[in-house]
């Protein structure tokens, strides 16, 4: 590209003298990272541009659109290149924090839990500082050049969650000391590593990619896993990847985005939990549009309903596969309990299936058996929707929504105890027999923030002003603190969790007074500190 910016890559200062660092991090790599920045940084600029006029005109009371029904893409005759036979089968998938040496090497005990793709996460369960995402660079390292002919069979696919679009890298800076595009340096490393070592076992490097946003950047995605090919020496669109539609304007172009990237995609993933948390950012300066309370949003409302249905319906009509939002259970100790939550898992998963999806997320390995109970197919990629409308409506029921005391309440708990988890090293917070990660989050301070925006009139008769927040958020601290106080027997470690409970204290309050709201968490954080 004319004029395009010469990249000099290195290591952070923060990797200066990390020797795993500096193993990972090859002259090849480099060199990709440093080529990819300068033919596709300017594009990458105009994509994170676009999200916010597009934002800018939300919040001017303009809603998301679908694109012309009666173009060539809606109305015309195409599929995408055929699945691989290798990913045909996905029908229960298991995420896990690449930074977890221990939950990585689970993908040896996978198989035989019935578990068909293993995914190596870098995004919503991975706090993205640089000492941590070497960490999760080299267990992956560690997995892949274990693998050998013989007990390729007994492994899942493996996959990997790149970061997203939006976030800027820790682990290489520029010649200026500038941080990159995050995305860039996943790719490069994975490609380089995991994408050889499975086409040397006959198998396509698989890929996840979170919070796109339009076709466009389907099209971006693209052009960087080709110029990967081509750099690593992997032969062109051998790399195959499944979006996470996650967001509410990606719900709007799902049959775009296929379009964009029909000769890589493979299938698209139902992100319920995201999509709750995009439809409140969407329109968090529209006091008409405030949805009800976060815990009682279900995929039985019309919006996610349609939203899913719809998903299913263009994935098959195009030749690719549907996968399942996430179940966060976690098994509990008590097996009465664990009763009750396989009871919710199996409704929650035959509902799945009963609209044609062809596989599912999960959190724990103990839920793999009953997924593949209830998944009985391969896949349902042969399920045609016909009678399920392709352009709903998306947009979330606001009249006589739910809006609590206790949802406020929790909330604010909640952002209490994550970002506690946060400034001890951990993007995931185990509460109530459910995994939570970054996700969960993002929720719970979006709905906080904009019922104080708004001042909204709670169903009590409260009005969620500064006073009411106030008095939430000191609250909030004491329950948090009561609890350190009844589960730590160590004066030390009570003392340093009651230091980083006050720091979580400080930054939720921040967090939910900020004049404006912070896009991502991620750029509300000092990702470093």
Same mark, same amino acid.
């Given at each position: 590209?004319?004029?395009?910016?010469?990249?000099?890559?290195?290591?952070?200062?923060?990797?200066?003298?990390?020797?795993?660092?500096?193993?990972?991090?090859?002259?090849?790599?480099?060199?990709?990272?440093?080529?990819?920045?300068?033919?596709?940084?300017?594009?990458?600029?105009?994509?994170?541009?676009?999200?916010?006029?597009?934002?800018?005109?939300?919040?001017?009371?303009?809603?998301?659109?679908?694109?012309?029904?009666?173009?060539?893409?809606?109305?015309?005759?195409?599929?995408?290149?055929?699945?691989?036979?290798?990913?045909?089968?996905?029908?229960?998938?298991?995420?896990?924090?690449?930074?977890?040496?221990?939950?990585?090497?689970?993908?040896?005990?996978?198989?035989?839990?019935?578990?068909?793709?293993? /995914?190596?996460?870098?995004?919503?369960?991975?706090?993205? %500082?640089?000492? &941590?995402? *070497?960490?999760?660079? !080299?267990?992956?390292? @560690?997995?892949?050049?274990?693998?050998?002919?013989?007990?390729?069979?007994?492994?899942?696919?493996?996959?990997?969650?790149?970061?997203?679009?939006?976030?800027?890298?820790?682990?290489?800076?520029?010649?200026?000391?500038?941080?990159?595009?995050?995305?860039?340096?996943?790719?490069?490393?994975?490609?380089?590593?995991?994408?050889?070592?499975?086409?040397?076992?006959?198998?396509?490097?698989?890929?996840?990619?979170?919070?796109?946003?339009?076709?466009?950047?389907?099209?971006?995605?693209?052009?960087?896993?080709?110029?990967?090919?081509?750099?690593?020496?992997?032969?062109?669109?051998?790399?195959?990847?499944?979006?996470?539609?996650?967001?509410?304007?990606?719900?709007?172009?799902?049959?775009?985005?296929?379009?964009?990237?029909?000769?890589? /995609?493979?299938?698209?993933?139902?992100?319920?939990?995201? %999509?709750?948390? &995009?439809? *409140?950012?969407?329109? !968090?300066?529209?006091? @008409?549009?405030?949805?009800?309370?976060?815990?009682?949003?279900?995929?039985?409302?019309?919006?996610?309903?349609?939203?899913?249905?719809?998903?299913?319906?263009?994935?098959?009509?195009?030749?690719?596969?549907?996968?399942?939002?996430?179940?966060?259970?976690?098994?509990?100790?008590?097996?009465?309990?664990?009763?009750?939550?396989?009871?919710?898992?199996?409704?929650?998963?035959?509902?799945?299936?009963?609209?044609?999806?062809?596989?599912?997320?999960?959190?724990?390995?103990?839920?793999?058996?009953?997924?593949?109970?209830?998944?009985?197919?391969?896949?349902?990629?042969?399920?045609?929707?016909?009678?399920?409308?392709?352009?709903?409506?998306?947009?979330?029921?606001?009249?006589?929504?739910?809006?609590?005391?206790?949802?406020?309440?929790?909330?604010?708990?909640?952002?209490?105890?994550?970002?506690?988890?946060?400034?001890?090293?951990?993007?995931?917070?185990?509460?109530?027999?459910?995994?939570?990660?970054?996700?969960?989050?993002?929720?719970?301070?979006?709905?906080?923030?904009?019922?104080?925006?708004?001042?909204?009139?709670?169903?009590?008769?409260?009005?969620?002003?500064?006073?009411?927040?106030?008095?939430?958020?000191?609250?909030?601290?004491?329950?948090?603190?009561?609890?350190?106080?009844?589960?730590?027997?160590?004066?030390?470690?009570?003392?340093?969790?009651?230091?980083?409970?006050?720091?979580?204290?400080?930054?939720?309050?921040?967090?939910?007074?900020?004049?404006?709201?912070?896009?991502?968490?991620?750029?509300?954080?000092?990702?470093?500190?």
């Amino acid at each position: 590209m004319a004029g395009a910016k010469k990249y000099e890559i290195n290591l952070s200062s923060k990797l200066n003298n990390n020797s795993i660092a500096n193993e990972l991090m090859t002259e090849e790599v480099i060199n990709f990272v440093q080529e990819a920045h300068s033919k596709l940084a300017l594009r990458h600029g105009q994509l994170l541009a676009t999200r916010q006029k597009k934002q800018t005109h939300y919040d001017q009371g303009k809603y998301p659109e679908y694109p012309d029904k009666d173009s060539e893409i809606a109305s015309g005759d195409w599929t995408t290149s055929q699945v691989p036979e290798n990913l045909l089968d996905r029908r229960v998938e298991i995420c896990v924090p690449s930074t977890d040496a221990d939950e990585v090497k689970k993908v040896y005990e996978a198989k035989e839990s019935n578990i068909n793709s293993f /995914i190596f996460d870098f995004e919503d369960t991975v706090i993205p %500082r640089a000492e &941590s995402l *070497i960490e999760g660079y !080299r267990n992956i390292y @560690e997995v892949i050049n274990s693998l050998q002919d013989k007990n390729l069979d007994n492994l899942p696919n493996l996959m990997a969650r790149v970061r997203n679009l939006h976030l800027h890298d820790t682990i290489l800076a520029d010649e200026n000391g500038s941080s990159l595009i995050a995305c860039i340096t996943d790719v490069a490393f994975l490609v380089s590593v995991m994408g050889r070592k499975q086409l040397e076992l006959g198998r396509n490097p698989k890929f996840y990619i979170p919070k796109i946003e339009e076709s466009l950047e389907a099209s971006w995605w693209c052009d960087l896993f080709g110029l990967a090919e081509t750099h690593f020496g992997l032969p062109l669109n051998s790399c195959k990847f499944t979006f996470l539609i996650e967001t509410l304007p990606a719900a709007y172009h799902v049959e775009e985005i296929i379009y964009n990237s029909r000769q890589r /995609i493979v299938g698209l993933n139902v992100g319920k939990w995201d %999509r709750i948390f &995009s439809d *409140i950012k969407v329109f !968090r300066e529209r006091p @008409e549009r405030i949805i009800q309370d976060r815990f009682s949003i279900s995929m039985n409302q019309f919006w996610m309903d349609g939203f899913a249905r719809r998903v299913i319906k263009i994935c098959h009509d195009r030749g690719i596969m549907a996968i399942g939002g996430l179940a966060n259970q976690v098994p509990d100790v008590s097996e009465k309990y664990r009763e009750v939550q396989v009871r919710r898992f199996q409704q929650e998963k035959r509902y799945e299936y009963q609209i044609g999806h062809d596989g599912t997320w999960i959190s724990d390995l103990f839920f793999a058996p009953l997924s593949q109970s209830i998944f009985k197919k391969k896949n349902q990629i042969t399920y045609k929707l016909d009678n399920v409308a392709k352009y709903p409506d998306l947009i979330a029921s606001c009249a006589g929504a739910q809006k609590t005391l206790g949802c406020l309440q929790r909330n604010i708990v909640f952002c209490m105890k994550y970002i506690s988890s946060w400034i001890n090293g951990s993007a995931t917070l185990l509460i109530d027999n459910r995994l939570e990660d970054l996700s969960s989050l993002e929720i719970s301070r979006a709905q906080v923030w904009q019922w104080r925006r708004h001042k909204i009139l709670l169903d009590s008769g409260e009005v969620v002003n500064d006073d009411l927040l106030s008095k939430c958020l000191e609250d909030a601290y004491e329950t948090c603190h009561r609890e350190i106080q009844s589960s730590i027997s160590s004066k030390r470690i009570m003392l340093s969790q009651e230091s980083v409970l006050k720091e979580a204290f400080e930054l939720t309050k921040k967090l939910v007074n900020c004049p404006e709201m912070p896009t991502y968490f991620t750029e509300f954080i000092d990702i470093n500190d």
